[in-house]
């Protein structure tokens, strides 16, 4: 069984229909790849996962159906988001946007051993446990929101754009984490990227969309191997 799958999921904003029957899936523990140009719908498509769309279709995680399931409830299922534009609060501390990780946890010791990791992992995070959020790089913006998200100690993890605006150092180090995330704490990933190259790096499975529909899926190797899937649809 999937972790999670999508069942020709149609969904848009208003009178809009933006996505147009997608159907893909998760498995436990895998990274997946959703490309596609700018407006092919992946933002959506995330957010019609964590109910912050209408969306018609089947979406199940974990043997559960998502179907008119609260942003909350999803969250407590297992599901961590990290938006486009990262969702930092820059009116608070670093330390209080880790809290919102973790606020829905009630297992104390656990929660603050997963500090201790993410910690290892961003060691920026702890020295600026106590400056305004506002004071972090964009690398580390993205960092902060990515710890967040480990905090809520998901099954999944959506990711949306971790690589935009940073220079290639700093998408190296964060792809690297998002590694040992995956492999160290089992953490399945969806992730939605504009750098095709660096995403079927990481991924095993990959989706391309085109203005709302599937146009390509297969391996991740399978795609990176397709010269013209590559030139068609992946810009590289
Ligand atoms: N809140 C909204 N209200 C109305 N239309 C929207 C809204 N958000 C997105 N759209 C439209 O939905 C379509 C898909 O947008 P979406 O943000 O999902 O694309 P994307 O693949 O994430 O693009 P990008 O790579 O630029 O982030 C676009 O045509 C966009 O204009
Ligand atoms: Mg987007």
């Not at 999937?2 to 933006?18: C, I, Q």
């Not at 330390?95 to 946890?105: F, M, P, V």
Request: proline content about 3%; charged content about 25%; hydrophobic content about 40%.
């Amino acid at each position: 069984m999937a972790l999670l799958e999508l069942e020709e999921v149609r969904a848009g904003y208003g009178p809009t229909s933006v996505l147009h029957g997608i159907s893909l899936s998760v498995q436990e523990g895998q990274v997946v790849s959703l490309l596609g140009a700018n407006g092919a719908g992946k933002t959506t498509t995330l957010r019609t996962i964590t109910g912050g769309v209408r969306w018609s279709g089947n979406i199940r995680f974990a043997g559960r159906s998502l179907n008119r399931m609260h942003t909350e409830d999803v969250v407590r299922c297992g599901i961590a988001h990290v938006p486009e534009g990262r969702g930092i609060l820059t009116d608070l501390s670093v330390d209080e946007n880790l809290k919102l990780g973790s606020y829905l946890r009630h297992d104390g010791q656990a929660v603050r051993k997963d500090y201790e990791r993410v910690f290892e992992y961003f060691p920026v995070l702890r020295e600026r446990r106590r400056l305004s959020a506002s004071t972090l790089s964009g690398g580390e913006q993205q960092m902060l929101a990515i710890a967040r998200a480990l905090l809520m100690k998901p099954k999944l993890m959506l990711l949306d754009e971790p690589s935009l605006g940073l220079a290639p150092m700093v998408v190296r180090a964060i792809f690297e984490i998002i590694r040992t995330i995956n492999q160290a704490d089992g953490v399945a990933v969806l992730l939605v990227e504009q750098n095709a190259r660096i995403a079927l790096e990481m991924s095993s499975q990959a989706y391309v969309l085109e203005v709302g529909r599937l146009a390509v899926k297969g391996s991740s190797a399978e795609l990176k191997g397709n010269e013209s899937v590559r030139r068609s649809y992946l810009g590289y």
